[in-house]
């Protein structure tokens, strides 16, 4: 059975920080990119971050780069998420997802964590 689970949301004030992790298993971690994703309420789901099996490959979505860090330790089953001056309109629930292969900025990939509640106040 497959798992992702995430870690590290909840609410902090505009400017500042939060790492999200999400532990993977069930699955052969090192042979899956990860990614990030992000929904605000009454959004549709936004891309924000994707690296590949050893971490080799990283994209971003133009409106985080340069404040998100994507990394993951392929020792501990983990993908993170640094996120750093963060802003009201980034509230939303990040979920991260495992793909078989490379990277993608799109919403195909096979697995899904459950979702993590970030909320960023003003």
């Known amino acids: 059975q497959v798992q992702l689970v995430e870690a590290g949301g909840g609410l902090v004030q505009a400017g500042g920080s939060l790492r999200l992790s999400c532990a993977v298993s069930g699955l052969t971690f090192g042979s899956y990119a990860m990614g990030w994703f992000r929904q605000a309420p009454g959004k549709e789901r936004e891309f924000v971050a994707t690296i590949s099996k050893f971490g080799g490959t990283i994209y971003y979505a133009d409106s985080v780069k340069g404040r998100f860090t994507i990394s993951r330790d392929n020792a501990k089953n983990t993908v993170f998420l640094q996120m750093n001056s963060l802003k009201p309109e980034e509230t939303a629930v990040y979920y991260c997802?495992?793909?078989?292969?490379?990277?993608?900025?799109?919403?195909?990939?096979?697995?899904w964590g459950q979702g993590n509640q970030v909320t960023v106040s003003s």
């Open positions: 997802a495992a793909r078989a292969g490379g990277t993608a900025t799109n919403g195909q990939y096979m697995y």
